[in-house]
């Protein structure tokens, strides 16, 4: 069954600071991973979307690393503001058959303290 | 910026009742989505939509729920008879093309289904 984990659950950190979310996944076959930011009440907002090929990629203060071989992902965030306070979801796609499944994370949920 | 929009912003129905629920994708999109984010749990896939088709379902998109796009312009999701595990929150969501590669998809701000 295809299933992402993403931690920690909820992380909370100063302004200025960096912190670092993870995401591991079993889905297969692997398509693509996407992170998106989601405030309170509203929709999700693609920060990244990375292929097999690709091991890492930046959205400004928004980095994210992708490990194929481990299935793990990571998004940095550096030099951290109040307005990322929200919650942070990794989604991974699988194809089969030119279908196209997108498995979502649970999210982490940050909170970022003046 | 172009972006996708939802109507209405909340709707209250009671148990039995069918609602609607409409999204107006991004113009030039050709594929269509429907989530949903049952409150405090992860968002969930439901339905994916392309030329005036269903391309994938998942296991919550029985035949209590149907998509359509009546015309040009709107992208439905219709209920017939909720029920009180149907609150929660629904997105819609268009791309140009489907989600393979680095195709990305816009979601609009939801609209929250409460069945009383």
């Known amino acids: 069954k295809n299933q992402v984990e993403q931690s920690p659950q909820s992380l909370i950190i100063l302004e200025g600071k960096n912190c670092t979310l993870q995401c591991n996944y079993t889905v297969s076959p692997f398509s693509n991973l996407r992170w998106y930011k989601q405030d309170t009440g509203r929709g999700p907002v693609s920060l990244t979307i990375?292929?097999?090929?690709?091991n890492t990629k930046s959205n400004g203060r928004y980095t994210a690393t992708l490990d194929a071989d481990t299935k793990q992902s990571s998004l940095h965030i550096t030099a951290s503001q109040l307005s990322d306070s929200a919650s942070y979801i990794c989604v991974v796609s699988g194809v089969s058959g030119g279908s196209y499944i997108p498995t979502f994370g649970r999210g982490t949920s940050l909170i970022v303290h003046p | 910026e172009p972006e996708v929009t939802q109507t209405p912003s909340h709707q209250v129905t009671q148990m039995g009742q069918e609602v609607i629920l409409r999204c107006v994708p991004i113009s030039n999109h050709l594929y269509f989505y429907w989530y949903r984010q049952i409150l405090g749990q992860k968002v969930e896939f439901l339905v994916s939509?392309?030329?005036?088709?269903?391309?994938?379902k998942s296991e919550i998109f029985d035949d209590q729920f149907s998509v359509e796009r009546p015309d040009g312009s709107n992208f439905t999701l219709k209920i017939r008879s909720t029920k009180l595990e149907d609150s929660a929150m629904y997105f819609c969501?268009?791309?140009?093309?489907?989600?393979?590669?680095?195709?990305?998809?816009?979601f609009g701000q939801g609209t929250r289904l409460t069945v009383v």
């Open positions: 939509f392309y030329n005036n088709e269903i391309s994938e």
């Open positions: 990375m292929t097999f090929s690709e």
């Open positions: 969501a268009s791309s140009e093309t489907q989600q393979l590669g680095t195709t990305e998809a816009f």
